[in-house]
């Protein structure tokens, strides 16, 4: 397998051969759904329901790791939260074809939630109070526990250590990031003593479908141990006085099933910087994976790294700013 390219060795063909290989009968149709970290497909099944297969990527997670995104999965299920769980075949959720891991799942539809109403917000928090209190219930042992370190300072030293920006912007960006991820770590030092659990860690509203039976999560392939603000902070948008409404609407569902610590209001922007920063590094690390370029050919070009640096700039004031208060 190259390492460079993971994935070229992965070829219609061989997804259907790898859910044949799990008895399942395959009608021919092979939809690719919108993943770049792993390689997600939508496939047709004789005389049943599509179902949706997630090749993991490969060197990313060890099958522990995996394993304890699908026990968790699996324990929220258990609770009939709404999260799409992989399937058990064989007595198994995680299956290899062809040095390839995989997943199958259901199919679940829907659409992006807007989270325009306080009905919507509410539900939404109702369901991550049930998914941290579960979270809180059992513990990771393999998967990583949220840090600056990793999130902040180690994708801070990639970017520079590689040749990504220009370089009369390489000395400000290290300059900027130093005094930057100073602040965050000194506002979010011990995450606040905030208590810590199993949280799905890319709560955005691209995780989340919605339906007419309301919202279902369709993706733990980021859970992490870590502050329940992680899991919120995402969704909400807007202007200071509009994500102070958001947040209300979502904790006041929220805290019908977990109790909220207030201490966490701190971590808001400390943790937008840091995603901010990671987000850059995700893309710089997965340059070599061709379907990146393709994707995200801006990031190749000067004009992206002057925005970045600019939106950085932007952060620090927010960051240095008093904390969002309920």
């Known amino acids: 397998m190259d390492p460079n390219a ?20 395959c009608d021919g149709r092979v939809l690719a759904l919108n993943s770049y970290e792993n390689r997600v497909y939508q496939i047709g099944i004789e005389d049943g329901e599509p179902v949706v297969a997630k090749f993991y990527r490969p060197g990313r997670w060890s099958d522990a790791a995996i394993g304890e995104e699908h026990q968790f999965a699996a324990e929220l299920a258990a609770q009939e939260i ?22 199958i799942f259901p199919r679940r539809g829907g659409r992006w939630p807007e989270l325009g109403t306080t ?18 219930a059992g513990q990771f042992h393999e998967r990583v526990r949220l840090s600056v370190e990793d999130l902040g300072r180690r994708s801070r030293d990639f970017l520079l250590e590689g040749e990504w920006m220009p370089d009369y912007l390489a000395t400000k960006y290290a300059d900027l990031t130093n005094t930057l991820l100073e602040a965050v770590g000194e506002r979010a030092r011990g ?20 339906t007419d039976l309301g919202p279902h999560f369709v993706d733990l392939d980021d859970c992490v141990t870590g502050p329940a603000m992680q899991d919120l902070w995402m969704l909400l948008a807007g202007n200071e006085q509009e994500m102070r409404t958001e947040l209300t609407d979502l904790l006041k569902g929220y805290e019908q099933f977990l109790a909220f610590d207030r201490r966490e209001l701190a971590l808001i922007e400390p943790l937008r910087a ?47 700013e008093p904390p969002l208060e309920l």
């Open 82 to 103: 709404p999260v799409v769980a992989p399937l058990p075949t064989g007595g198994r959720t995680l299956h290899l074809h062809r040095g390839f891991r995989y997943a």
């Open 274 to 320: 840091l995603r901010m920063i990671h987000y850059a590094a995700w893309l710089a690390r997965r340059w070599d994976d061709p379907a990146f370029p393709k994707a995200f050919p801006w990031f190749a070009e000067p004009r992206y790294w002057e925005e970045h640096y600019r939106a950085l700039e932007d952060q620090l004031t927010a960051v240095l």
């Open 191 to 210: 995450w606040r003593g905030a208590a810590l659990g199993r949280i799905l860690g890319d709560c955005h509203r691209g995780n989340i479908l919605w």
């Open 6 to 25: 993971p994935y070229s060795e992965l070829s219609p063909e061989a997804v259907l051969d790898a859910l044949e290989a799990r008895g399942l009968h």
């Open 119 to 136: 009905e919507e917000r509410e539900w939404v928090g109702r369901f991550l109070g049930r998914i941290h209190a579960v979270g809180r």
